[in-house]
């Protein structure tokens, strides 16, 4: 049976919320079957640094840090203050704020492909915005996507597609319940390292895409030679390269996946780190591709709020003077060598690799069924130890040698577990959750 004892408020209040929140939360990320559901926490009630206490009471270490939007760490003293003085200041005014051009400019000087800035306050919206812009400063319609970009509808409209490599939708478990189908059609999937496709499809759509939209790489490095070819396949075609930087943008460098590979975009989304948690996200490319948008219609009142402004420089220049890049690399790599020794200790055959900033475990079994529920019993097995992951890790810079350390020796724990179920063969003997489910598939690796 799971400890329910443990987290019991958290379970509470998730059945309140069912009949009071559809889906029961704001993000799928962050629903209950992400984890190991009856033993992961569902609530926090305040975090700090590297941690957070649940609503019951309970310690952990998060290595999900609000799904990578904390980067500094929880509550940082700096960026708090920022947002703190500037509360007394206002924290929204009936005209324009100054802190709008001064973020532009350092926005200019840390992302290789910004000479002008738009912003928002998600990462969604800001994809959306920037698929307008490309469309209007084109005057084209088509968008060539890989990964994901959000939930709106010019994006989902996909799902009435095809995969071209599962024959599935592209984002498994989201029907495009709402988005209307006269949508489909105009955003097309490729697949991430394939240059031959994506030649293909801008041939067979020749002089119609606006955007090739793309996450440039999550958990491993592109093929050589890859981005640049997309590059000049944009620049033949006349398409905007879009780099949604959402998600791995500022961990591998300030400037983003683009600094750290040296291939710079025509635009790029920002949103999860820029501001250590804050709503905050921006949409910065060339001038050329950015001016149009001054004739088309893009406006919230909440986009430009001092609060999300003050925290985005904050953190930005806590980055920098922080040397975040040699940091998470730093704590990237000892993450992946004692994870891997934990592996080893407890026997366990597979191993921890990929992106220093995004390191994940994958556990070589004999059959690949085994896989949801080994899976779950880690994230299970983590959680009843103090450990807040699934199966891949997102640091901040104030995660500790210690938290590693203890990080890992949990691991080894839960490895040997996970080990002794396979050799007696009761391996589902030892699950006490429901299975983890994967929200959505990703078309990048």
């Given at each position: 049976m799971p400890d329910q004892e443990r987290v019991a408020r958290s379970l509470e209040l998730y059945r309140r919320a069912e009949a009071l929140i559809p889906g029961r939360t704001q993000l799928i990320s962050r629903r209950s079957s992400q984890f190991a559901h009856g033993n992961s926490p569902i609530y926090a009630s305040r975090a700090k640094g590297a941690r957070f206490i649940d609503v019951d009471e309970n310690e952990y270490i998060d290595w999900v840090n609000a799904v990578g939007a904390v980067i500094l760490g929880h509550a940082d003293d700096a960026v708090d203050g920022a947002v703190k003085a500037q509360i007394d200041r206002g924290s929204i005014f009936t005209l324009n704020s100054a802190l709008e051009i001064e973020l532009a400019e350092l926005l200019n000087e840390v992302i290789p492909?910004?000479?002008?800035?738009?912003?928002?306050?998600?990462?969604?919206?800001?994809?959306?915005?920037?698929?307008?812009?490309?469309r209007g400063a084109t005057g084209r319609s088509l968008i060539l996507f890989s990964g994901y970009h959000g939930w709106h509808d010019w994006y989902q409209s996909a799902n009435y597609l095809v995969d071209p490599e599962s024959g599935e939708f592209p984002f498994a478990g989201i029907e495009p319940i709402g988005v209307p189908s006269e949508l489909a059609g105009t955003a097309l999937p490729f697949v991430w390292g394939d240059l031959a496709e994506l030649r293909a499809l801008l041939r067979a759509h020749e002089g119609?895409?606006?955007?090739?939209?793309?996450?440039?790489?999550?958990?491993?490095?592109p093929p050589p030679g890859y981005l640049e070819g997309v590059q000049q396949l944009a620049r033949i075609h006349g398409a905007v390269l879009i780099f949604d930087e959402v998600s791995c943008g500022f961990r591998p460098r300030i400037g983003g996946v683009q600094a750290y590979l040296g291939v710079t975009p025509d635009m790029t989304v920002l949103a999860k780190a820029m501001s250590n948690g804050y709503p905050m996200g921006a949409v910065v490319g060339s001038r050329a591709v950015m001016e149009p948008a001054s004739r088309m219609f893009i406006s919230s009142s909440?986009?430009?709020?001092?609060?999300?402004?003050?925290?985005?420089?904050?953190?930005?220049?806590?980055?920098?003077?922080?040397?975040?890049?040699?940091?998470?690399?730093?704590?990237?790599?000892?993450?992946?060598?004692?994870?891997?020794?934990?592996?080893?200790?407890?026997?366990?055959?597979?191993?921890?690799?990929?992106?220093?900033?995004?390191?994940?475990?994958?556990?070589?079994?004999?059959?690949?069924?085994?896989?949801?529920?080994?899976?779950?019993?880690?994230?299970?097995?983590?959680?009843?130890?103090?450990?807040?992951?699934?199966?891949?890790?997102?640091?901040?810079?104030?995660?500790?040698?210690?938290?590693?350390?203890?990080?890992?020796?949990?691991?080894?724990?839960?490895?040997?577990?996970?080990?002794?179920?396979?050799?007696?063969?009761?391996?589902?003997?030892?699950?006490?959750?429901?299975?983890?489910?994967?929200?959505?598939?990703?078309?990048?690796?």
């Open positions: 492909s910004s000479e002008m800035a738009r912003y928002t306050k998600g990462g969604g919206e800001a994809n959306a915005a920037a698929a307008r812009i490309a119609e895409v606006a955007a090739i939209m793309m996450e440039p790489m999550r958990s491993e490095p909440y986009w430009s709020d001092n609060l999300g402004l003050a925290a985005s420089l904050r953190t930005i220049r806590e980055l920098e003077r922080r040397n975040s890049a040699q940091r998470f690399e730093a704590i990237g790599r000892e993450l992946i060598n004692r994870l891997n020794q934990a592996l080893r200790e407890a026997g366990m055959a597979g191993s921890c690799g990929g992106m220093f900033w995004n390191p994940g475990i994958h556990l070589d079994l004999p059959e690949e069924s085994l896989r949801p529920v080994a899976n779950t019993i880690f994230i299970q097995e983590m959680a009843r130890r103090g450990i807040h992951c699934n199966m891949s890790f997102k640091a901040t810079l104030a995660h500790s040698l210690e938290d590693i350390e203890r990080t890992a020796d949990c691991a080894a724990e839960a490895f040997a577990l996970i080990k002794s179920g396979l050799d007696s063969g009761d391996l589902q003997q030892l699950l006490e959750s429901d299975l983890t489910k994967e929200p959505f598939r990703r078309l990048v690796r």
